[in-house]
């Protein structure tokens, strides 16, 4: 996995953290990537991250974005002012279908 994209400019002595980003089923082919680490400010939601995947992969994901279930750390999450912390996986989940 390469260095993590930052998702903030350099501010210096902004604390920042890194979360693991993991892209599943059509949110892999959407993103053209199983992972990828990104830095977010100390205090990023999981609604922060979501925004930023979104700017960083514009086009086909924001469609599965809207439609995705998350995983923090492997646990569901509905409430997306959770905050993640350093270290954290956030797992894009798309609709899955069949039987």
Do not use: C, Q, W
């Amino acid at each position: 996995m390469s260095a993590p994209r930052r998702a903030t400019p350099e501010t210096g002595s902004a604390e920042v953290v890194t979360v693991v980003v993991r892209y599943f089923a059509a949110a892999r082919g959407a993103a053209g990537l199983d992972e990828e680490k990104i830095e977010l400010p100390t205090g990023a939601t999981v609604a922060g991250a979501i925004e930023i995947v979104r700017a960083l992969h514009p086009g086909p994901l924001a469609r599965v974005l809207d439609a995705a279930s998350f995983l923090v750390n492997e646990i569901a999450v509905r409430d997306r002012s959770r905050t993640l912390g350093d270290g954290a996986r956030l797992d894009i989940l798309p609709p899955f279908a069949g039987g």
